[in-house]
């Protein structure tokens, strides 16, 4: 679910966007407010979510303030996949589509498109990665995320 802080701030700081097609639902804030207040379990999910939020909100402060571009970029692609995936990557987990243009990923790593083109090409050159636009294949999964600096705790997902 995004944006649960709605529920109790007024007005938005930030926007989101897809990067793919995607179906959404809009739900009243006052059927959520309902719906946690006659179940407790509900509340409590949504609570978890919020807070996997802010870990992934400080993992991100930490990327963009203290990481070089190299980390930056191979964190954003470790984090994706592993949320893609949820697991350790199978052979056919390996190959993937990366939905962001160069210019997306320089927003998201706080970058030119000109570095994150370079540190892409870095990952190339060191055989961490291979890609074909915007199809990528993890060719070390495990170097990635050394190079990354990627712990997938903070994702809470398993």
């Known amino acids: ?45 949504l609570w978890r979510d919020t807070l996997i ?37 199978s052979e056919t987990q390996r190959r993937f589509e990366l939905p962001m243009s160069q210019e997306q990923i320089a927003d998201a790593t706080a970058l030119t498109p000109v570095h994150v ?8 050159a060191e055989q961490l990665i291979a890609r074909d636009r915007r199809m990528f294949v993890v060719q070390d999964w495990d170097a990635l995320c050394r190079v990354a600096d990627f712990n997938p705790a903070y994702l809470n997902l398993m």
Do not use: F, K
């Open 117 to 124: 083109n370079r540190m892409l090409q870095h990952l190339e």
């Open 1 to 45: 679910m995004v944006d649960l802080h709605h529920l109790e701030l007024r007005t938005a700081d930030h926007n989101v966007q897809a990067l793919n097609e995607a179906r959404i639902a809009w739900i009243p804030i006052e059927a959520i407010r309902a719906t946690i207040d006659a179940r407790p379990a509900v509340a409590r999910a």
């Open 53 to 89: 939020d802010g870990a992934i909100q400080r993992e991100w402060i930490l990327n963009v303030g203290r990481r070089d571009a190299r980390t930056r970029i191979a964190h954003l692609l470790c984090e994706l996949i592993y949320r893609r995936n949820s697991v350790p990557l």
